[in-house]
């Protein structure tokens, strides 16, 4: 798993590079203007700035497909999985999975918080891996947060290469994996490196299994907010694109 | 020495005259806070409960949605630059048609998030637009942060804008709109609510 993430790492990591340097100047924009989410409209802009969201699309006809592609897999493989997982294990159960999986992925948050810099995010969330681990019995439960108010520093390598002004490239939607873009998929290469996951003794498969189990188990409390933004946008694929950056954005904003 | 000491007394007492000021939430925030105060009790009262009583429930609900957010502005901001060519009545049409669309969807999510603690951050002002950060704790175990963009308008504070994890709702509805009119037409957008309305 190891050595296989290293190779696409090394690969990515030049792609962004070479995306670095082609985007020093102006944002592109498409001639027919197709790739641009949102417009320029001062007077419906917050000062903050986030509402003009140009997302460099140029992959779109493969990204639909796969757009297409996971939404199929959501609906026939993944959600009767979840579906099935929730009737068997009770949602305090889920929640306790969800947390204990959060907890040991705490490497992926300090290393990036201290990449960036942040001290207090990277001591928060070393205390936070401190008395979940102890007080919250293995990660289950989240006392850190519950009982002495210290919440989750959300970090990871997309967000560090961004913050270090790396653009995001070209936007890719990538089969089982969904929404992301050419600085973030590097990031997620990267990221595989601070999983503790990914270093047990295990065979490829078996890792794979477990974070396909991460991933229903994920699913399983959060149905309904897919099937959600289906129902309310008139088209889907251009809301979690518009969606996707601005979240993106916001957070290697903060 | 003693100088220096005459000194600071007064400017301690003149932090202490300021102090109770700065610490006082915004006027925005209490507004938006009792608001949602008010939402929350309607959706955890026992006697509103279960899917027989979701319409009594809703209807209630919306009463204080209704005056929570400016639909209109919502309206005007999703539509951007295409408001102006719009007439009175199509105007009103739209504020109508997608103030159900919203309201469908998102009085269900925050249903099922009715147990959840909301904390108030802080309070952002840029003119005459606030931006009041809240951090909802769901029961799920996930934070999630919800910034409510409001303005003054007739002497009440609304809302006209949520930014749900960094992603603000009229920008991405506005991303929408403006794509459907541009590649067919206004009558084509209004038609396409209408049918998301209608299937429920």
Redesign the interface.
């Known amino acids: 798993m190891i050595r296989y993430s290293m190779h696409a790492f090394l690969i990515l990591a030049v792609i962004v590079l070479l995306q670095a340097c082609a985007h020093t100047g102006p944002s592109p924009v498409t001639q027919d203007?197709?790739a641009v989410?949102?417009?320029a409209?001062d007077e419906?802009a917050?000062?903050?700035g986030?509402?003009t969201?140009t997302v460099y699309d140029p992959l779109e006809p493969f990204n639909r497909a796969m757009f297409y592609f996971n939404d199929k897999l959501y609906f026939y493989a993944l959600k009767p999985a979840a579906q099935g997982y929730s009737y068997v294990v009770p949602?305090p159960a889920r929640?306790g999975v969800?947390?204990f999986f959060?907890n040991i992925t705490t490497p992926v948050r300090f290393v990036n918080a201290l990449l960036q810099f942040k001290v207090h995010a990277a001591g928060t969330e070393l205390a936070r891996f401190l008395i979940n681990s102890w007080v919250g019995v293995a990660g289950l439960m989240?006392p850190a947060?519950d009982r002495w108010q210290i919440?989750?520093q959300d970090e990871d390598l997309g967000q560090t290469l961004g913050v270090f002004g790396a653009g995001p490239g070209i936007y890719i939607t990538w089969p089982f994996l969904g929404p992301s873009n050419i600085r973030d998929t590097v990031g997620f290469a990267g990221d595989l490196f601070l999983d503790p996951v990914n270093y047990l003794d295990l065979t490829y498969l078996e890792i794979t299994g477990i974070h396909a189990y991460d991933r229903v188990n994920e699913t399983s409390?959060d149905i309904?907010?897919y099937e959600?933004i289906k129902?309310?946008?008139?088209?889907p694929y251009?809301?979690v694109r518009?969606?996707y950056e601005?979240?993106?954005?916001?957070?290697i904003g903060e | 020495m003693m100088k220096k000491y005459n000194m600071v007394l007064p400017l301690l007492l003149l932090a202490l005259f300021l102090l109770p000021r700065a610490a006082r939430a915004g006027e925005a925030t209490e507004v938006l806070r009792a608001d949602i105060d008010r939402t929350l009790s309607v959706m955890r009262d026992p006697a509103l409960q279960g899917p027989e009583k979701e319409e009594e429930r809703n209807e209630k609900i919306m009463a204080i949605v209704e005056q929570m957010f400016d639909f209109e502005e919502v309206s005007r901001r999703s539509l951007g630059r295409y408001w102006r060519a719009r007439s009175k009545a199509e105007r009103d049409a739209f504020v109508r048609l997608f103030t159900r669309l919203l309201a469908g969807s998102y009085l269900n999510r925050a249903y099922e998030h009715r147990n959840a603690k909301v904390l108030y951050t802080g309070e952002v002002s840029r003119g005459r637009k606030v931006e009041v950060r809240t951090k909802v704790l769901t029961a799920k175990g996930t934070e999630v942060p919800i910034n409510y963009r409001l303005m003054k308008k007739n002497g009440r504070w609304r809302a006209y804008d949520m930014v749900i994890e960094g992603v603000s709702l009229m920008s991405t509805y506005r991303t929408q709109f403006n794509q459907k009119i541009q590649r067919s037409s206004y009558e084509a957008l209004v038609e396409d609510l209408e049918q998301k309305v209608g299937k429920k």
Not at chain 1, 246 to 251: E, T
């Open positions: 203007g197709q989410d949102g417009q409209d419906a917050f000062p903050d986030d509402e969201i949602e929640v969800r947390r959060s989240d947060r919440y989750k409390l309904g907010i959600e129902r309310t946008s008139l088209d251009t809301f518009n969606a601005q979240h993106r954005r916001s957070k």
